[in-house]
């Protein structure tokens, strides 16, 4: 399921977190939705933007984190802490890894004066051209 078709999906301009909330190494889960399978995201810097996915790994299909709120980074990079996988920052690909070349799926965010907020990619026209 993409993230927008997804029922407890927030709406475009939903406040994920202050920009000094986000920690200079690691990355802050938010989760959507109280139902049995809610939807996890995860924000973090990179340089002076943030960035946003899914927290799901493509490899095994697990959260990204082994352990609640923890997120490993490294060199411009969000490592998986099951097996390893090194998925950029930039673009969610993995380049490091068992699932190389898959894709971390990726949530557009703005920063804007000091707060993170979802972007124009949950609502109207979505990436990869989808629409809502
Ligand atoms: S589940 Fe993430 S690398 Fe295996």
Same mark, same amino acid.
């Given at each position: 399921m993409n993230w927008w078709r997804h029922p407890d999906c927030p709406p475009e301009g939903t406040q994920l977190c202050s920009w000094d909330e986000l920690p200079v190494e690691g990355g802050l889960e938010r989760v959507f939705g109280s139902s049995g399978d809610p939807l996890h995201l995860v924000v973090l810097r990179a340089g002076e933007d943030a960035v946003c996915f899914v927290n799901l790994c493509p490899h095994f299909s697990l959260p990204l984190n082994h352990e609640p709120g923890r997120f490993l980074t490294f060199?411009?990079? #969000? #490592?998986?802490? !099951? !097996?390893?996988? %090194? %998925?950029?920052?930039?673009? $969610?690909v993995c380049t490091e890894g068992p699932c190389l070349g898959m894709a971390l799926e990726? =949530?557009? =965010?703005? !920063?804007?004066?000091? =707060? #993170?907020?979802?972007?124009? $990619?949950?609502? $109207? =026209?979505?990436?990869?051209?989808?629409?809502?």
């Open positions: 060199d411009g990079s #969000v #490592v998986c802490a !099951h !097996h390893t996988a %090194f %998925f950029q920052l930039a673009d $969610g990726r =949530v557009p =965010v703005m !920063h804007r004066q000091g =707060v #993170v907020i979802l972007g124009s $990619g949950s609502g $109207g =026209v979505r990436q990869g051209g989808d629409t809502a």
